[in-house]
């Protein structure tokens, strides 16, 4: 192929991409594909769309931040500098463009098309040919009013937005965004690991109870009782402006419910000591199982995201910090702590609706089987089996998730896709789940494992792709 085929190549991006059977095709292009979005987990950043903010180029709104598309550069053999160093945002682009066409079979390949198909109307392959004349037409057209942050969350029909804010935030952006008549709701998350999971370090701990009192206006942080007066302060901030969700990203569950040991972690901690490993996994456990009581006294969703293992790369995370592409799937055992967790809250009737995403693909079926243990008959789908998560968000991990909640659970009261992204040119992924959920049902259709019922298999695509989130987040 020559240089010049290569540069003007059209996508494989076809109306029927992924769609395998005529029973597909119907689902999502009839059902799925014009249903609203609720994204009900991410991490954009709010005082962006407060700003309405304006990208200069592709590299700023694409690249920056973006450490799934740094880890496939680094894995091609490009320089850092290329990634998060000192590089011309061009020359950054052209590194990005260049390692692509490497990165078929890895679902940055498909996100990138649809991306430059669905925001710019781009339906050429990117490669290293292509690359300047990609940059040049979609760096212009971010300059225009129609390609403002604003502008390109209403363009993919985004209803909802949930970021993920730590306690301390004021949440001003959030407030600015309310008063501004922005139609998407932009609500936060309250995500409160810190006050947990920094008991590891004592220093840092102390610094963040500064913070946290400041935020709360409560009176310094000395004891346990204060730490919990803090964090209900905080919670009950956050649900006046709107939150309906708590997050937390942890390696798994703390189940070690020992009032006392955690009372002696905080205490050595504020002496600027290391408890011992029991102590601090106390302390991590009455924290976690006082603020999801918290959540269920406002009818909020608690979500768990498990099984990552953070910053292997001790020299880079030196370097760059967290976040940064060096965190990988973890082994860690789960289901005795759920278990012990989740029946000490439902033991009481404290137990919050609740979303659990794994992020080992070995612990689908131990945790869409968690989930059925605490369904309660008060709200369909109380216990959820979250989407496939970060490494798992690809057709394969999505195809794995649905199947094992297909088996153990029920598929009709999943509450479907979201982005988990810091970028804005991210919402194509909940077209891509659409086109999977469709294609696995369509699949069984043409198989003869399911009727060919259009009327009802649509409308349990339209719920799984919107009606589910919206009824039971309450938007």
Same mark, same amino acid.
């Given at each position: 192929?020559? %240089? ?11 109306? /029927? ?11 999502? =292009? ?8 609720? /994204?009900? =987990?991410?991490?954009?950043? $709010? ?36 990634? %998060? ?6 020359? @950054? ?7 692509? $066409? ?23 392959? !990117? ?22 942050? *604003? ?13 993920? &804010?730590?306690?301390?935030? %004021?949440?001003?952006?959030? @407030?600015?965004? +309310? #008063?501004? +008549? ?10 409160? /690991? *810190? ?21 709360? +206006? ?29 997050? =937390?990203?942890?390696? =798994? ?18 002496? +600027? ?7 601090? %996994? ?82 689908? #079926? ?29 057709? &394969? ?12 659970? !029920? !598929? ?64």
């Amino acid at each position: 192929m020559t %240089t010049i085929a290569a540069s003007v190549q059209k996508t494989f991006i076809s109306e /029927d991409f992924l769609l395998r059977s005529e029973t597909a095709r119907i689902l999502y =292009h009839d059902y799925a594909k014009e249903m609203p979005i609720i /994204d009900y =987990h991410c991490h954009l950043p $709010p005082d962006q769309i407060a700003r309405d903010k304006q990208f200069e180029n592709l590299t700023q709104i694409w690249l920056y931040g973006d450490h799934y598309k740094w880890r496939a550069m680094r894995a091609n053999g490009i320089n850092e500098r290329f990634c %998060t160093g000192d590089a011309s945002d061009w020359e @950054k682009f052209e590194q990005w463009a260049a390692t692509v $066409p490497y990165t078929m079979r890895n679902p940055l390949y498909h996100w990138t098309h649809l991306e430059l198909l669905r925001y710019f109307d781009i339906d050429i392959l !990117l490669n290293k040919d292509s690359a300047r004349e990609i940059y040049d037409e979609c760096s212009a057209k971010l300059k225009q009013p129609d390609f403002s942050v *604003k502008s390109l969350l209403n363009r993919m029909n985004v209803k909802v937005i949930c970021t993920t &804010d730590d306690p301390t935030d %004021t949440l001003s952006y959030h @407030k600015e965004i +309310g #008063e501004s +008549g922005f139609n998407i709701k932009v609500l936060p998350t309250f995500r409160p /690991d *810190k006050a947990m999971l920094l008991i590891d370090s004592p220093a840092e701990f102390n610094q963040y109870l500064a913070k946290l009192a400041e935020a709360a +206006g409560t009176g310094e942080i000395t004891t346990y009782e204060s730490l919990l007066a803090a964090l209900k302060n905080r919670h009950d901030f956050f649900a006046a402006m709107g939150g309906k969700l708590s997050d =937390h990203g942890l390696e =798994h569950i703390y189940a070690s419910f020992n009032e006392e040991a955690a009372k002696q972690a905080f205490a050595a901690a504020l002496k +600027g000591e290391i408890a011992s490993f029991e102590q601090r %996994t106390a302390f991590k456990s009455m924290v976690l199982f006082d603020l999801a009581k918290m959540d269920h006294e406002k009818s909020w969703t608690q979500q768990f995201h498990l099984g990552a293992l953070r910053n292997n790369n001790e020299r880079m995370l030196r370097e760059l910090g967290p976040d940064t592409g060096w965190d990988s799937i973890g082994d860690y055992s789960q289901a005795q702590a759920l278990s012990a967790f989740f029946n000490k809250l439902d033991s009481t009737n404290q137990l919050a609706k609740t979303i659990l995403y794994n992020l080992n693909p070995a612990d689908n #079926e131990v945790l869409a089987t968690m989930t059925g243990n605490y369904n309660d008959g008060t709200v369909a789908g109380k216990m959820q089996f979250g989407s496939g998560w970060w490494f798992l968000d690809q057709k &394969d991990g999505m195809e794995r998730q649905m199947n094992a909640l297909s088996n153990m659970g !029920l !598929l009709s009261r999943f509450v479907g896709m979201l982005t988990d992204s810091r970028s804005f040119l991210s919402y194509p992924r909940h077209e891509y789940f659409r086109r999977i959920l469709c294609n696995l049902i369509g699949n069984d259709v043409e198989n003869g494992e399911l009727p060919n019922d259009i009327p009802w298999l649509g409308k349990l695509v339209e719920d799984i792709s919107y009606n589910n989130a919206r009824n039971y987040f309450g938007f």
